[in-house]
């Protein structure tokens, strides 16, 4: 075996312009799968990193039309909803809850008016939604025990109304639907993922159910969402239960399909998208290997010429006592050192691809894990020997005398 790697390594040092050019397929196949498998897990990765910003362990709660047709009313969640579930009695898992209510309003300034909505929040929602204020305050819970009418704005609506984003409009009275409103803090800007955030005004969620809406419904006041955070990540199936069987009892529903209201769960989401992904990379990585399979047929190509050239020397070998296995091993163990090789400068260059693509791309971070070095190994290794067995066998058949009749 040593002595069949020993002339294995001299016939490819011999040929080193075509040796390097038969791995170039290789190289390049094996720089692909890791460069887009890596893409596939970096942009997972990115997802659920946005999700942890967004509240992993937060899980929303709306009305909803049931689905039988034995209940025809809708019960709409309410603010006392929004307490009760805080009570560790009835929801042992939940740790925070708030509420929106949403309002369309016409807002005015100086001549100026847009008509957008208005977000009553409850003071922690901001919080809990992770949308911070980027110039002012938020409001209080006593402002919003006092209905007090004071707001914060997107930065769309500064654009607007103001005439320039970077206008600082605190202390600013404008007019919502004819009421008079003092700004007290803008908000950071948020992406389209997050709709028309940008272009709203945010006020307390008592101000928006009582001095720009009617929101009594009864004894209750309704919201429109209610937000509810668990305790850990582990326990959001848990908060999700605990947040049904509470609304099922309190709605006196009869049956699962009685139900008037919808709990958003992230991880129903995740998981979705976590199979997305996961095929996404599968894909990615399952064209790249096409790229493999072409030089693969290289190394076949290059290999049966070699045994051509190099027929004589088979039937000298053969002459002297070189029995076929070691003939095909002499080769195959040729084509196995061109494909490794290959493979191994191929993750280099797919780990310096991540590598930029991670300095390149603001918040995406490339990794080449271990599983992908040892797929990729392993298989430029089998690429090797599917490609490399058929000359290796071709030569290991030879006839010794028509081999060293060749010309």
Do not use: C
């Not at 929602?125 to 992770?130: P, Q």
């Not at 190509?301 to 002297?320: D, P, Q, S």
């Amino acid at each position: 075996m040593n002595e069949n790697v020993r002339i294995a390594v001299d016939a490819i040092l011999a040929n080193k312009m075509r040796a390097t050019l038969t791995m170039l397929g290789i190289i390049i196949g094996i720089a692909s799968v890791i460069a887009l498998i890596s893409l596939g897990r970096g942009v997972e990765n990115f997802i659920f990193s946005e999700f942890e910003l967004l509240g992993a362990k937060r899980l929303s709660v709306s009305s909803a039309e049931p689905v039988a047709d034995t209940r025809t009313r809708i019960d709409p969640i309410t603010m006392d909803d929004v307490e009760n579930l805080r009570n560790p009695q009835i929801a042992p898992s939940v740790l925070e809850t708030g509420a929106s209510y949403n309002v369309v309003v016409l807002i005015e300034y100086m001549g100026e008016s847009m008509a957008t909505t208005a977000r009553g929040y409850t003071p922690n929602l901001a919080e809990m939604l992770s949308w911070n204020v980027q110039t002012g305050r938020f409001f209080t819970p006593q402002e919003n025990a006092d209905k007090e009418k004071v707001a914060l704005v997107g930065l769309d609506v500064v654009d607007e109304l103001f005439g320039d984003e970077n206008y600082n409009p605190v202390g600013a009275q404008i007019r919502v639907d004819d009421q008079s409103f003092e700004i007290i803090g803008v908000m950071e800007t948020r992406g389209s993922a997050f709709g028309n955030d940008n272009s709203a005004i945010i006020v307390p969620i008592s101000v928006a159910q009582t001095r720009l809406a009617n929101a009594r419904v009864g004894n209750e006041i309704a919201v429109d969402t209610m937000y509810v955070e668990s305790i850990s990540n582990d326990l959001i199936d848990q908060t999700e239960t605990e947040i049904d069987q509470y609304l099922y009892n309190k709605h006196l529903l009869n049956s699962v399909d009685e139900r008037d209201y919808e709990i958003s769960n992230p991880s129903t989401i995740q998981d979705a998208v976590r199979g997305i992904t996961g095929l996404l990379t599968i894909l990615l990585g399952l064209i790249a290997s096409i790229s493999l399979f072409v030089g693969g047929i290289g190394i076949m190509n290059i290999m049966l010429v070699t045994v051509t050239e190099r027929t004589r020397e088979i039937g000298l070998r053969k002459a002297v006592g070189a029995t076929p296995d070691r003939i095909l091993s002499q080769f195959l163990i040729e084509s196995i050192i061109l494909s490794l090789f290959g493979g191994i400068i191929g993750i280099f260059i797919g780990w310096l691809v991540a590598f930029i693509g991670t300095a390149l791309i603001d918040g995406l971070y490339l990794t080449v894990d271990l599983d992908a070095i040892i797929v990729a190994t392993t298989v430029s290794t089998g690429v090797g020997v599917f490609f490399g067995w058929w000359p290796a066998r071709q030569a290991a058949r030879m006839n010794p005398i028509d081999a060293l009749r060749y010309e």
